[in-house]
């Protein structure tokens, strides 16, 4: 009986471990609060994202998209509240630790912000090279692997950034955040300033990276295609100036296919692409200097 | 019917009352502001040396810093140590001369070189060639989210980054200082013997006389310091470049005047205590060797 009961034990343990870790969200935002200076950009945000969700946040540019992207990854510290990655305030934590919580995120950043000064294999490679003991063989295959799955020839590890195209780049970006096998996907706006196709392309690289490492993403974009094709939830923030005191900055949470059915104008706007009282506004400031 | 009332236009004495409000809210936010800044710099520079007994960087990271900070400088060090020695021999020597010691040029050209000329002049050129370079590339890097792409993989930009740079300074900028000091005695010697045809023997005779082996140490004992404030001030400047070309540019120059500034500080202060240093270990004036 007790041998039994000995055999059952740890198979339980990690069963409510990971039904422990399942009832835990991933991300969770408490009253987050971000300023610069006098500005203010975030505003009391309560978020949270589960594993394995896919969400994209919305916004017209200057909202704080970006900047609560960098403070789930603890780049940006709250100037209130807590930004909570797997239960652990990162925001608290010394160097050593947050290295270790680090290393289970990758981040595309919207200009791909790879390193001018190593080439492409060596740019991807600089993940592994860091925080692996792995042979110089085991490297160079793993990052052969990588690139094909974004879809880039061998011939490119060998080029700098600079030689590539802005679509390369992001793709290059995409293999570098993926080479660790991350836990959760961050990436700012990652089909801006390329073309119909080839943000097609980074949609389809997303699903893939999301299908082949079941990973937990968090897409920043102002593509409403973008949105609609790799997300299972959409969140639209809000700039805080255009904002009254007691309004929330999360104007809309909820699936892609309930945002044609929403009510609320400033959604509306942003999804069809309309100025609004934006051309208002520069009207009334042409009229002013008309005077 | 057109009166316009007392509160709506506020009178004389209450707007100068808020200009006054203004100029002392605007100083005292740039007094915060420069102590701030001073802390930040205080900060960042305890993170370096704190990093600096942890883990030293990998060699992929120092050998290239290495090079750009020692080997590329080389030449630039090298001439400008050179010329300093014939300035000096030229600007001397006329004065010397009205006194009849131009035999003791070696003395004042070396002594010159090897305690001030040499640590400093190097150091500035360092300053100009290096810590703007440094500044301008970590200001880029900050730009363009390279910095924050290193935090993102778990890397510690200040351990990947400025670690390297300051050992490369640390180490480089008094070799370098050693070869400035080297070209301008060999410029100064050249220069008096050949051109002003100064007696060779006696030329080498005063130089020994009075320069020593402390003299030439409190010039490297110098350039340490020197490195080490080139390194951090270029570093801080550009890891907190403000935004786009401008602050890049911005970073590069403050970084040069910055690092300039501490250079002409810390020679000041660190002549003041290595000689109260010589002279109470030999109060007589005695010569270290």
Known sequence: MSTELLDREPDAMARSQTEREEATPLIEFRGVHVSFGRQKVLRDINISIPRGQTVALIGESGCGKTVLLKTIISLIRPTEGQALFDGQDLSTMNDRDLTAQRIRFGFLFQNAALFDSMTVGQNVAFPLRQHRRLQQRDIERRVLDRLAEVGLPDSVVSKKPAELSGGMRKRVGLARALILEPELMLYDEPTTGLDPIMSDVINELILRARRNHTVTSVVVTHDMNTARKVADRVIMVYPVPRLGENESQVIFDGPPSEIDDFDDRRLTQFVRGEAGERLMEMRAGGVRSEE | ?289
């Open chain 2, 1 to 289: 019917m057109s009166s316009t009332s007392p509160t709506s236009e506020p009178s004389l004495l209450s707007r100068v009352l808020r200009a006054l409000s203004d100029w002392v809210a605007d100083w005292g936010a740039a007094a915060i502001e420069s102590i701030t800044s001073i802390g930040r710099m205080a900060l960042f520079a305890l993170s370096t040396i704190s990093w600096l007994f942890g883990r030293l960087p990998r060699r992929e990271t120092l050998i290239p810093n290495f090079y750009q900070v020692g080997v590329l400088s080389l030449p630039v060090v090298a001439l400008t140590g050179t010329f300093i020695g014939m300035v000096l021999a030229v600007q001397s020597y006329f004065q010397f001369r009205q006194l009849g010691l131009e035999t003791r040029l070696g003395a004042v050209i070396n002594m010159s070189l090897v305690r001030e000329l040499g640590p400093v002049l190097a150091a500035t050129m360092l300053a100009g060639r290096v810590g703007s370079s440094m500044a301008a590339e970590l200001g880029t890097m900050r730009v363009t989210e390279q910095i924050d792409a290193l935090s993102s993989m778990g890397s510690n930009p200040i351990h990947y980054l400025v670690v390297p740079r300051f050992l490369a300074c640390l180490l480089l900028i008094p070799t370098l200082t050693v070869m400035a000091d080297f070209m301008g005695i060999l410029g100064g010697l050249f220069f008096s013997v050949d051109v002003l045809g100064i007696d060779f023997h006696h030329y080498i005779y005063n130089s020994k006389l009075f320069v020593g082996t402390f003299d030439v140490i409190v010039g490297v004992i110098k350039s340490f310091f020197f490195g080490a404030a080139i390194a951090l001030v270029s570093c801080y400047r550009g890891f907190n470049c403000l935004p786009g070309a401008e602050g890049v540019g911005r970073a590069a120059t403050a970084a040069f005047v910055y690092s300039f500034v501490l250079i002409l500080v810390l020679d000041l202060f660190l002549g003041i205590l290595l000689d109260s240093v010589y002279y109470t270990l030999w109060p007589e004036g005695a010569r270290l060797f």
